[in-house]
């Protein structure tokens, strides 16, 4: 699995941290509630339901409980989850007390869609609807049970219109959150993100090959022929590295006209013959009539051996060389020495 598919992103946390700001509000409402209904359930000699209301407010406390101790995304799910099981549990308890309770059964609904996809969500929506349904048809003349299936269908109809609408609207708010506009490549907030990934101690990767690239003369480009041919070199050039590279290969826009690629769990030499690839992809490729090249850096990090930002500036010292040595070419940073002091030259990767 890539770094971007593990990396805790902004988005996600957010999204986290909502969650459980919603779950702790609602854990403390129930709990206020319970007390309420119990304490009028007692006083009007329902003895049953007012159980079931501490029932309930044991549950909201445990929940309070879970969601302060807990980390947030764990505490959240268990929150969601006791909720929706224990409308479960309340429609059962209709049905063993002899007491309709399928004005409960519309929470559920809304309880689900913060567990599960819009499509399994749906799913259990329905499933749910016709336990509460059978639950309900000793309790009720048939006619109130076949409204309570049209409300809830309603409901069920809504809710997953609302979710799916939510995950649609959510999956682009995050690609356009984590991509450049113009490259279509991650952006260099994403980088950051999935650099501090890398070296986090959730990362299951040893080792990490980095690859700067920068369009040679990219000014004269600009200064010659304008920023909007600029501005499409620019993206062609990603279009020829996303297509030399795996599609597994997070490819980022680095800066305005510097690429990067990190090479999760792959040795330095491997990385060496990629960038020999790209470099050479982007060379033979038609820019309209514009010569364009690349120069590319490879570094390397091995966990335990230094951090990932000393092999970032490794691999950005070895651009330099590509750059110094008359660009279009690749240089790889030499392996770090404890004998070799920080930033030794690096090693040139000849050209076919």
């Known amino acids: ?136 048809l000793p309790l009720v003349p048939g006619i109130d049970v076949v409204r309570f299936a049209s409300g809830y269908g309603l409901l069920v109809c809504f809710m997953y219109t609302y979710a799916l609408l939510q995950e649609r609207a959510a999956l682009m708010l995050r690609y356009h959150s984590d991509h450049d506009a113009l490259s279509n490549c991650f952006n260099r907030r994403t980088f950051n993100e999935a650099l501090e990934q890398l070296a986090g101690p959730r990362s ?3 080792r990490c090959t980095f690859l700067l690239i920068d369009i040679d003369y990219f000014k004269a480009i600009n200064d010659l022929h304008g920023h909007l041919v600029g501005d499409r070199i620019i993206t062609q050039v990603a279009a020829e590295l996303g297509r030399a590279m795996d599609p597994d290969i997070p490819l980022f826009r680095y800066g305005g006209e510097e690429f990067s690629a990190m090479l999760a769990d792959v040795p330095v030499a491997e990385g060496a013959v990629l960038a020999e690839q790209l470099r050479a992809a982007v060379e033979a490729a038609d820019f309209q009539g514009v010569p364009v090249t690349v120069s590319i850096g490879v570094s390397h990090w091995v966990r335990g051996e230094g951090s990932v930002t000393a092999a970032l500036d490794r691999a950005d010292r070895a651009l330099y060389e590509a750059k110094r040595s008359g660009r279009n070419r690749c240089s790889v940073s030499a392996p770090a020495d404890p004998a070799t002091p920080e930033g030794a030259a690096p090693v040139r990767v000849p050209q076919p």
């Open 1 to 136: 699995m890539s770094l971007i598919s593990l990396r805790r992103d902004s988005f996600s946390l957010l999204r986290e941290l909502m969650r459980w700001r919603v779950a702790m509000v609602l854990s403390v409402l129930i709990a206020v509630l319970m007390v309420v209904l119990g304490s009028v359930n007692v006083r009007m000699g329902l003895q049953d339901t007012a159980q079931l209301a501490w029932i309930v407010l044991g549950i909201a406390l445990a929940c309070i409980v879970a969601l302060l101790v807990l980390p947030r995304h764990t505490g959240g799910t268990v929150f969601f989850c006791a909720i929706a099981l224990l409308m479960v549990g309340v429609m059962a308890f209709g049905w063993y007390h002899g007491r309709n309770m399928q004005h409960w059964a519309y929470i559920f609904p809304p309880v689900i869609v913060f567990l599960l996809r819009s499509d399994r969500a749906l799913v259990a929506m329905v499933l749910f609807g016709l336990y509460a349904s059978a639950m309900t």
């Open 204 to 206: 299951s990767a040893r």
